[in-house]
């Protein structure tokens, strides 16, 4: 590392990364809201757009905005890697003393931006989570899928997730510096940064409504990060499968003894139901262990193969040097 961006590093107070896919209706918003909360700040900052694979007018966008916004810096990627990859993106290369995550639809408010650093500040603490205490804009299935995502995290993973807050939070440069250290891989970050046991502290906001555009978090996506986040955090899934196999194994020599004694006192019966149904309940056992085994031998797989989870394809920042 040069000597050159050191020195740039260190003048800066607070980065500000955004990821953003596909939100050219939200970008225009996105800056009335974001850059008159920073420039009031009164010390140097910078905001990283990470574009992550944009394929609508965003790219295009994000450079007019640069022309009259020195502080933004686009970081864009070769392929669309996903929020948590483009996450990892902005935080690899933010340079400030703080950085701040936030989601370019403003449904989590820039305006908490000031309260984060205040706290931090006053606090000594490295973290300050931005927690959701109002979610009565998103719909009825939304605020249900949270809570039981929240509910089974702080059980499966530990007491120590702080429930309803994503990935709007500051965190110090230390934090920062200690994420960099992990592997390339695919990071829950929601699940990481609490397990640091960095002091913390929070800063609770009313969730508000999409700035514009469609969400780019979808139904599927929802789940697949939430499966994420069991087999990188928890065994329970596997000792659950181990449960159930002992479970099978009782149930199997309960209906032996059972077709025992049945035949022993002659009152044997065709029993085909019995037989479809016990057949059926060991095949799904089978295949439900079958299936967690695999969930964690596909995350073994990825690590082995020891892929980047994102390329950068440009970085303005670098463009100036």
Same mark, same amino acid.
């Given at each position: 590392?040069?000597? +050159?961006?050191?020195?740039?590093?260190?003048?800066?107070?607070? =980065?500000? +990364?955004? $990821?953003?896919?596909?939100?050219?209706? =939200? !970008? $225009?918003?996105? /800056?009335?809201?974001?850059? &008159?909360?920073?420039?009031?700040?009164?010390? &140097?900052?910078?905001?990283?757009? +990470?574009?992550?694979?944009?394929?609508?007018?965003?790219?295009?966008?994000?450079?007019?905005?640069?022309?009259?916004? &020195?502080?933004? *810096?686009?970081?864009?990627?070769?392929?669309?890697? %996903?929020?948590?990859?483009?996450?990892?993106?902005? #935080?690899?290369? /933010?340079?400030?003393?703080? @950085?701040?995550?936030?989601?370019?639809?403003?449904?989590?408010? $820039?305006?908490?931006?000031?309260?984060?650093?205040?706290?931090?500040?006053?606090?000594?603490?490295?973290?300050?989570?931005?927690?959701?205490?109002?979610?009565? @804009?998103?719909?009825?299935?939304?605020? *249900?899928?949270?809570?039981?995502?929240?509910?089974?995290?702080?059980?499966?993973?530990?007491?120590?997730? &702080?429930?309803?807050?994503?990935?709007? *939070?500051?965190?110090?440069?230390?934090?920062?510096?200690?994420?960099?250290?992990?592997?390339?891989?695919?990071?829950?970050?929601?699940? !990481?940064?609490?397990?640091? %046991?960095?002091?913390?502290?929070?800063?609770?906001?009313?969730?508000?409504?999409?700035?514009?555009?469609?969400?780019?978090?979808?139904?599927?996506?929802?789940?697949?990060?939430?499966?994420?986040?069991?087999? =990188?955090?928890?065994?329970? $899934?596997?000792?659950?499968?181990?449960?159930?196999?002992? #479970?099978?194994?009782?149930?199997?020599?309960?209906?032996?003894?059972?077709?025992?004694?049945?035949?022993?006192?002659g009152n044997t019966l065709p029993g085909w139901t019995s037989l479809i149904v016990t057949l059926l309940f060991f095949g799904a056992v089978q295949l439900f262990c079958l299936g967690m085994l695999g969930e964690y031998v596909a995350r073994i797989y990825n690590s082995v193969q020891a892929r980047p989870t994102y390329l950068i394809a440009r970085d303005t920042e670098e463009e100036q040097q």
């Open positions: 590392m040069s000597a +050159v961006y050191d020195t740039r590093r260190a003048s800066i107070a607070l =980065s500000v +990364v955004v $990821p953003i896919f596909n939100e050219e209706e =939200s !970008l $225009p918003v996105l /800056a009335e809201r974001l850059r &008159p909360v920073l420039d009031v700040y009164g010390e &140097p900052y910078e905001v990283l757009a +990470v574009d992550d694979g944009s394929t609508d007018q965003t790219p295009h966008l994000l450079e007019d905005l640069r022309s009259v916004w &020195p502080q933004l *810096r686009i970081v864009t990627l070769r392929r669309n890697s %996903g929020h948590q990859a483009a996450l990892a993106a902005g #935080l690899h290369r /933010a340079r400030g003393a703080y @950085t701040v995550s936030i989601d370019a639809d403003l449904q989590d408010p $820039p305006e908490v931006i000031p309260d984060m650093l205040t706290l931090a500040r006053t606090d000594g603490l490295d973290i300050v989570y931005g927690v959701r205490t109002d979610r009565s @804009t998103d719909t009825g299935f939304k605020r *249900r899928t949270a809570a039981a995502y929240y509910w089974l995290m702080r059980r499966m993973v530990g007491s120590f997730v &702080p429930a309803q807050a994503g990935d709007f *939070r500051l965190l110090s440069r230390p934090v920062v510096d200690a994420l960099k250290s992990f592997p390339d891989q695919r990071q829950i970050y929601r699940l !990481l940064i609490p397990s640091l %046991g960095f002091p913390s502290g929070q800063i609770t906001y009313r969730r508000g409504e999409r700035a514009a555009g469609t969400t780019k978090y979808p139904l599927h996506k929802m789940i697949l990060l939430a499966l994420d986040s069991i087999t =990188s955090f928890s065994v329970i $899934p596997l000792r659950l499968a181990t449960a159930m196999g002992a #479970l099978s194994l009782v149930v199997c020599l309960a209906f032996l003894t059972w077709t025992l004694v049945v035949y022993v006192t």
